[in-house]
């Protein structure tokens, strides 16, 4: 057989559902990929080689037992290390969790199994999800598959670079600022967050839980919009997830791989589309958008006077909550306690833990987010950042009275050398913004592929009304099929 | 040090107190407030846990609408204003017994706001103004092993139980009450009785301090008269109705003492200890805790209609006050002789005694009798004492009936209290009934006239007064199982 990890999640599932491949020898050659790459990579956190087999097997069991299968049974998955996973080690790339193994699986992880994905193993991230580059790791950076010595964007770094790698054909990721998007971006990938509460939140342990959204990753659009239809619906266990049916984003994305956006509106960005931007980027998006014109879309700018705000607000709003999220990792009940020896009280234990649990970056936004929320600046930090909130909100949705979805770059920049902007933090936390507005108003967005510059991916934004991630789909399928997806070269 | 304190009546005909009264009640809904673990008191520690009340991480509460329903009702009871939209905050501060070091509260939206509640002190009608009542989460239970004083301080471990962390807890606010003066620790302690026979009459919580399903904080300061309110404290650990009057009691008294020496009252935290009556210092608030309150994310925010909270407030029970004034009507009480019966906590038992069949006053004659002289003695509140409403009521329909005497009837209760069984059956098988057929009878009554004999000529005589004498040796020979007017009809007709 050929080397099935280059397959796309569709065809895997085909082979699996005509008897052509077991759902076992599919995932042995991924997990053969994962033992011969990942060293390089670094994709991984936990690889779960046995929990992988078993499951695939099961497949493979009802299969013979003639069960009807899912769309997407037998192909493996990678999930993001933010995800509780049952008796299967979940760190959120944070020293405080190291040896956490939680006695329950994430909704989302539940809906896999019962739709028979095969998940592999835990990916890399920035700790707790805060970063742009997976450099803030407390197990060490992801590499670009397409330039070992760079960063492979963040905070979902190793579930976009195992999908590079052809590690894994799909992959879970968390959006709270671009986590899913800004990754896909620089590493050729295909990366969706779907409308906030669309996807179920029980299980992720939180960022900033009015952001944070679980979304799917994939080298293809198609097999993203297959594996969104897998991940989504109401749960309630989840007072935030939504009850409204789930779009119908696997038909929008087949619809739009036809390659017609006749009467489709795309609302260019008008604060996102010149300064601050890489020009080998903006080169990139202009020709898609030259290629979304010849595939008949309407190409009207667009003002969002308040986007300009999303990236302050964001960086109050996000450790503000996440200083109450994480306040919970203390050393009493679980995950690391430091300073035990039976003669410290137990206020210096919970601080000596903290101190050694957390790494720089954390931090430094659990401190902001405290400030932020303190007596006497809680108006004037927190509670303006939620007005700012309300405004992009405003922008967003006079915006699509007027276009059908809304297109900029995902990121300004292309994937930058490890190490470039981890000495100025605003540096980094300009990797977001374009992403975050979405976020703030709770809309979907998708990055795809949309060129290169200077050999390295660039990646095309597309958000949509809240509760129209089909849009989306559709537009992203259409580019797609004018330009193609990318592919790295052999891993150096 | 020892400082001599200065007489109560003293210390208020100088001073004006103003209390105030923060009542969490822990709700009797089937599971908990954010999860569905069971509420129930007791269990070995840590049973009644999952990922959510245990705050593991990725897990997220979900509303109970129980809880909700029950706070809105004793927000109805207590005519505050429903909000139409309200939303749950956190608290943050670090505690091991709260797992996820912050606890979800309300902060600035409670779901219900400005109410009152009527009091009854001394005969005479106190408005209580309601400041909020809001819904959280109770915490867990810590316990310190090692030590000589159970505290903190000496113990070489602490355990955490988290089997209550996650139980609904409705905190109740009072306004600030001026003007009580001397009364204060009375009105304070009939606010919370009262506040506890509402919340009982709504069936949402068992509200039995002694288990802690009913806690008081009670906050207290001393002004001088026409001057501002003084600086309050707030005294914790006030477990039972009694320790609220005590603690109001206590802290107007050692309050003035600061006054009185030229001192200053720190805000702060004070505790009421049961064994000496008195409060010592807690935490001071001056360097309070920043909490950090900001709304709940993992909420969406609490929107009553308007139409349920409508049929909430149609469906309330009549309220304890009102019920009580029904009550005295239709059992011809006079206002002294009701409130005996509501000091002695009787009203229901009294009420489901009649609703089991007997007369209002038979009902009364045992509880406010011979049970509450009982459960006195013994120190435990009355409807514990090991009698039911259903056998008073029978006990009284056999005295009724004249199978028992009130002498006869006193020996089956005790036998009821040891649990021997329905009055019925003990007076049965202790053979206690009254006799009243005649012809058992008469060779009692002739064998007490025959070793009297003078007693008797006298009765023939027409001196009928003396039969008393010929009855009580009847009695005696019958061990007091015999009928009195039986005898004495007998004893005349035999003479006469």
């Not at chain 1, 033992?35 to 087999?53: C, P, S």
């Not at chain 2, 009297?452 to 040796?473: C, F, S, T, Y």
């Amino acid at each position: 057989m050929s080397d099935v990890t280059r397959l796309t999640a569709t065809e895997i599932a085909a082979l699996v559902a005509s008897g052509d491949a077991s759902a076992t020898e599919i995932t042995q050659a991924h997990l053969d990929r994962i033992a011969a790459v990942d060293d390089r990579v670094h994709a991984f956190l936990h690889v779960d080689t046995e929990g992988a087999l078993a499951a695939a097997t099961a497949v493979d069991e009802r299969r013979a037992a003639g069960e009807e299968l899912g769309p997407l049974a037998g192909v493996p998955v990678a999930v993001k290390d933010i995800v509780a996973t049952k008796g299967v080690p979940s760190t959120a790339a944070s020293k405080i969790l190291e040896g956490w193994r939680p006695p329950y699986d994430a909704t989302i992880v539940t809906r896999m199994r019962e739709a028979g994905l095969v998940m592999l193993g835990k990916t890399n991230l920035d700790e707790f999800a805060m970063g742009s580059s997976t450099e803030y790791s407390a197990y060490g950076p992801t590499f670009n598959p397409w330039d070992l010595s760079r960063i492979p964007g963040g905070s979902g770094g190793g579930s976009a670079a195992a999908l590079a790698a052809y590690e894994a054909p799909l992959a879970v990721g968390t959006d709270t600022g671009g986590s899913i998007r800004q990754p896909a971006a620089v590493t050729g990938t295909v990366g969706a967050k779907p409308t906030y509460g669309g996807t179920s939140r029980y299980g992720l342990i939180a960022f900033s839980s009015s952001l944070d959204t679980p979304g799917p990753c994939a080298r293809t659009v198609e097999d993203a919009a297959l594996l969104h239809a897998v991940l989504a619906g109401h749960d309630p266990r989840d007072s935030t997830s939504i009850p409204q049916p789930v779009p119908d984003v696997v038909g929008a994305a087949r619809r739009g791989a036809s390659g017609d956006l006749t009467g489709v509106k795309l609302g260019l960005v008008r604060e996102f589309a010149g300064e601050g931007a890489e020009p080998g980027v903006m080169a990139a998006f202009h020709d898609a958008v030259d290629a979304l014109t010849k595939l008949g879309a309407e190409v009207v700018e667009i003002s969002c006077p308040n986007f300009q705000y999303a990236l302050p607000a964001y960086y109050l709003i996000a450790p503000s909550e996440c200083s109450s999220n994480l306040a919970r990792f203390d050393g009493v009940r679980y995950g690391l306690r430091v300073g035990d020896d039976g003669a410290k009280a137990l206020e210096e234990v919970m601080s000596l833990t903290r101190e050694s649990g957390f790494g720089a970056e954390v931090k430094r936004r659990i401190m902001i987010g405290t400030y932020a929320l303190s007596s006497g600046y809680y108006d004037a930090y927190y509670g303006q950042a939620q007005k700012v909130r309300t405004l992009i909100t405003r922008d967003f949705t006079s915006a699509f009275e007027r276009v059908d979805v809304l297109i900029s770059p995902t990121t300004p920049f292309v994937a930058f050398p490890l190490g470039a902007r981890t000495a100025d933090p605003y540096q980094m936390y300009l990797a977001d913004l374009y992403t975050i507005p979405a976020n703030l108003y709770g809309g979907p967005g998708i990055s795809v592929p949309c060129g290169l510059s200077e050999g390295l991916p660039v990646g095309l934004q597309i958000t949509a009304p809240t509760l129209a991630d089909d849009r989306m789909y559709r537009v992203a399928a259409a580019l797609e099929s004018a330009i193609g997806t990318l592919t790295p070269g052999e891993l150096s | 040090m020892t400082v001599t304190l200065p007489p109560y009546e003293d210390v208020v005909a100088r001073y004006e107190p103003v209390i105030g009264l923060e009542t969490h009640v822990e709700l009797g809904t089937n599971t908990k407030m954010f999860c569905g673990c069971p509420t129930d008191f007791g269990g070995q520690p840590n049973t009644r846990i999952c990922p959510v009340c245990l705050g593991l991480a990725g897990s997220l509460p979900v509303a109970n609408k129980a809880a909700i329903e029950a706070t809105i009702r004793i927000g109805l009871a207590l005519n505050c204003t429903i909000a139409t939209w309200c939303r749950f905050a956190r608290k943050n501060y670090f505690y091991p017994d709260m797992p996820k070091n912050y606890q979800i509260s309300q902060y600035d939206e409670p779901l219900c706001i400005d109410g009152w509640l009527d009091v009854e002190v001394d005969g005479e009608l106190v408005r209580i103004g309601i400041e909020r009542v809001h819904l959280e989460e109770d915490t867990g239970k810590t316990l310190h092993v090692g030590g000589a004083t159970g505290r903190i301080h000496g113990a070489t471990e602490s355990l955490v139980d988290y089997n209550r962390a996650g139980i609904p807890l409705v905190e109740i606010v009072t306004k600030p009450i001026p003007g009580t003066g001397a009364l204060a620790p009375i009105v304070a302690r009939a606010y919370v009785t009262e506040l506890r026979d509402v919340i009982r009459s709504l069936d949402v919580s068992d509200v039995r301090m002694e288990q802690g399903s009913l806690r008081c904080d009670v906050n207290t300061s001393l002004n001088l008269p026409g001057e501002e309110w003084g600086t309050r404290t707030e005294t914790k650990n006030v477990n039972s109705l009694r320790s609220v009057e005590r603690a109001v009691r206590s802290e107007i008294i050692r309050q003035a003492s600061v006054l009185d020496a030229g001192g200053r009252i720190v805000q702060e935290t004070r505790h009421f200890h049961e064994d000496t009556g008195d409060t010592t210092s807690g935490r001071s608030k001056e360097t309070a805790t920043d909490y950090r309150y900001f709304p709940e994310p993992d909420l969406v925010p609490l929107a009553p209609d308007a139409s349920w909270v409508a049929s909430l407030k149609e469906s309330l029970p009549e309220l304890p006050r009102l019920h009580r004034k029904r009550l005295q009507t239709e059992w011809g009480l006079s206002d002294l002789d009701m409130q005996s019966v509501v000091n002695a906590g009787a009203v229901e038992l009294i009420e489901q005694t009649i609703a089991a069949g007997t007369t209002p006053e038979g009902a009364r004659k045992w509880w406010l009798g011979e049970l509450a002289r009982r459960a006195n003695e013994t120190g435990i509140e009355l409807a514990a004492v090991g009698a039911s409403p259903a056998h008073v009521a029978e006990l009284q329909r056999l005295v009724d009936e004249g199978k028992l005497n009130d002498k006869l009837a006193r020996t089956v209760l005790e036998g009821v209290i040891a649990g021997e069984g329905t009055p019925a059956e003990i007076m049965t098988a202790r053979g206690l009934e009254v006799v009243s057929d005649t012809g058992a009878l008469t060779a009692a009554v002739d064998e007490a006239i025959a070793a009297n004999p003078d007693v008797a000529e006298k009765i023939r005589e027409g001196k009928v007064a003396a039969a008393g004498a010929l009855i009580g040796a009847v009695m005696k020979a019958t061990r007091g199982q015999a009928d009195a007017k039986t005898v004495r009809e007998l004893i005349i007709s035999r003479l006469s």
